[in-house]
């Protein structure tokens, strides 16, 4: 079998794109898919890869967990009622809007739960658009309309967060 890891110096990244890259090299299409589907939080907040017993530290530009793909299920009048997520590691789940975050630079986050963190998911541009549609400012801030409830969207924190269980 091939040892994926077996790479000269450059590291493995992310980047801001959802890209993924050995050095500033694009990695194959398939590669990334099962690198994207294998990344593990460190207990310091680090990323690394993990396939199989090999795991390989990662550099992450901002997060390696993206929203591929996003359903939104409207209630009666065009309100939003739930919104169901397809994440970059293969998972789909219900986005949790209390845990809504934006940048800086207008760009659009939530977090999920892996391995006892929360970890911030980063929505492309298409699905950030889709969901401003049901947002609204206040004069302080924006929040989502979804399920009949009004969720503030918090200041973005890149950094993964320990559940408090653990």
């Known amino acids: 079998m091939a040892d ?3 790479l000269p110096t450059a590291p493995i990244r992310v980047n801001t794109r959802n890209e993924w890259l050995h050095g500033d090299d694009l990695i194959n ?5 099962l690198f994207a589907r294998s990344v593990r939080i460190e207990g310091d907040g680090s990323y690394a890869v993990c396939v199989g017993r090999d795991s390989q530290a990662i550099r992450v530009d901002d997060t390696p ?3 591929t793909s996003m359903v939104m299920q409207p209630m009666d009048g065009g ?3 739930q919104v169901h997520l397809t994440l970059s590691d293969g998972q789909t789940e219900p986005l949790n809007p209390a845990t809504l975050m934006q940048s800086a ?3 659009l986050y939530c977090r999920i739960v892996r391995q006892g963190f929360e970890v911030p998911c980063r929505f492309a541009p298409q699905q950030y658009h889709a969901l401003a ?3 609204q400012s206040d004069g302080e801030g924006y ?5 009949g409830k009004k ?5 973005y924190s890149r950094l993964p967060v320990p559940l408090a269980n653990n």
């Not at 299409?29 to 898919?33: G, L, M, N, R, T």
């Not at 929040?143 to 399920?147: A, E, I, P, T, Y």
């Not at 969720?151 to 200041?155: D, E, R, S, W």
């Open 4 to 6: 994926v890891f077996t």
């Open 29 to 33: 299409a398939k590669v990334a898919k």
């Open 65 to 67: 967990f993206w929203v």
């Open 79 to 81: 309100r939003l009622q």
């Open 105 to 107: 630079d207008n760009t």
């Open 133 to 135: 549609l049901h947002a």
């Open 143 to 147: 929040s989502l309309l979804l399920g």
């Open 151 to 155: 969720y503030l969207i918090g200041p």
